[in-house]
């Protein structure tokens, strides 16, 4: 009996068959077997994701078939299953890694060998925002919605930002920046779909780009993929590549930057100029939200003389009593206190400097009451050097510190202009001298004071 062609079975397969086929059918019993066959395999290759190979990648899945019919894997058949099976297997990308428990049909190659590829250990955890520019998320389906700092992602989100900063609340050492798209959870820590991601590790974490797993457990490094090229720089420690496919590896050591592309073999990765990576910053716990979108757009935000940006943003900082610097465009700095308290939701107390009217230049008698005062509270600045003389017993040195004070007798501002001391005590000078509390001026008066530290 002449059985039915390919194409008539598998269309037989997708809808009820009618007229001669329906007929062949009712009286073909191995016919109605390939039909059957031929519906599960259209179920799996519907329900497996779409992924185009490159044509280096594709060429090697083609070679590998042909050795494999050559060693006698499969047996020849004029049904034409193989030349149908490899056009099915191009379509999906990925349907070639398919091993069939059921018995083969005839000339289709089954049972190819599988690469076994070992992963890193990188259980994924909710990762906090600490920064996000343009970010937006979402989950399966689910429309997009904005990201800001404070939020938490979870397994299976995608992201999308012009920058993101991440990191988990729990005690692991992760610190991902990332620019572009990319997923979190399900085949490895992080998948970076376009952009780039900068990540500084202390424990285990897996980064899957394309076909390639990149595997640490202690090191800075980035990887940024455009189109089908890829490139890796590891500044600190190293990063395990895998190839999935071909379960090929390769170890990268700092310093290091490579370049790949899509379906290409580890070993023929070329050298890259390595560009200075820097770890993202992750202030220390308890976090608190930090939102400046109160102050005028431009203005430069500094907290504790570190700088932030400009405002408007929103960013994860450290809680406790902050010093505030603000410096709207084209204006001077002006410096206060912030108390920024954790928790949800998050407040911050400002104590903003007092608003202090120009009067005349403060006169002989008002800069006597003045010296006079800082002469008497000069024992407050002594116990900085009195810190350094603990470390050093024969520490000595000269400084003049520079004090803005206001009309009211308040230190605005304090710098160590020069000196011979440790930066450990400038610091100390500084802070000390911010608060103290002189008579008043009148008006704002800039103050040089000089100390000379020496021990008795």
């Not at 457990?217 to 993929?225: G, K, Y």
């Not at 070993?267 to 930090?290: I, M, N, Q, S, Y």
């Amino acid at each position: 009996m002449k059985h039915l062609e390919p194409d008539a079975l598998e269309a037989a397969a997708r809808a009820p068959a009618t007229g001669d086929v329906a007929a062949h059918l009712a009286s073909c019993a191995e016919c109605r077997e390939h039909v059957s066959r031929a519906q599960g395999r259209q179920r799996l290759l519907a329900g497996l994701t779409p992924y185009t190979l490159s044509d280096l990648a594709f060429r090697r899945v083609e070679a590998r078939l042909d050795e494999a019919v050559a060693a006698g894997e499969a047996e020849p058949s004029s049904w034409r299953w193989l030349g149908f099976v490899a056009g099915a297997v191009a379509a999906v990308a990925v349907a070639f890694f398919f091993v069939s428990s059921e018995p083969a049909l005839p000339g289709v190659v089954v049972n190819l060998p599988r690469p076994q590829v070992a992963l890193g250990q990188a259980p994924f955890h909710p990762l906090t925002v600490l920064r996000a520019v343009d970010a937006q998320a979402r989950l399966g389906s689910e429309a997009w919605r904005p990201v800001s700092a404070g939020d938490v992602l979870g397994a299976g989100e995608a992201v999308s930002s012009h920058a993101i900063a991440l990191a988990p609340a729990s005690d692991e050492r992760w610190t991902f920046f990332a620019d572009g798209s990319l997923s979190l959870g399900g085949a490895a820590s992080l998948t970076l779909g376009a952009g780039e991601i900068l990540a500084s590790v202390g424990s285990p974490v897996e980064v899957l780009v394309s076909s390639r797993r990149l595997l640490s457990t202690d090191a800075l490094f980035s990887v940024s993929r455009v189109g089908a090229e890829v490139v890796l720089q590891v500044s600190a420690g190293e990063v395990e590549v895998v190839d999935s496919l071909t379960a090929e590896r390769r170890m990268v050591k700092a310093p290091r930057a490579l370049r790949w592309s899509d379906g290409s073999a580890l070993k023929d990765g070329r050298d890259e100029v390595l560009r200075a990576l820097a770890a993202p910053a992750v202030p220390g716990k308890p976090w608190t939200r930090f939102d400046t979108h109160a102050l005028l757009a431009g203005t430069d935000v500094s907290l504790d003389g570190l700088k932030l940006g400009k405002a408007p943003f929103v960013e994860l900082v450290t809680a406790g009593r902050r010093r505030l610097g603000l410096t709207p465009p084209g204006g001077a700095q002006r410096e206060s206190w912030l108390e920024l308290i954790g928790g949800q939701p998050y407040t911050a107390k400002v104590e903003l400097p007092a608003l202090e009217n120009d009067g005349p230049e403060p006169d002989a008698a008002a800069l006597d009451r003045v010296l006079s005062e800082l002469k008497r509270q000069r024992p407050k600045l002594a116990a900085c050097y009195d810190k350094w003389l603990k470390a050093n017993p024969t520490a000595q040195g000269e400084v003049t510190l520079e004090l803005l004070v206001g009309a009211q007798g308040r230190v605005k501002r304090a710098r160590v202009l020069d000196g011979t001391i440790s930066a450990a005590s400038s610091e100390c000078l500084v802070t000390t001298a911010k608060s103290l509390v002189l008579p008043p001026l009148g008006a704002d008066a800039t103050l040089e004071v000089p100390l000379l530290l020496r021990n008795h």
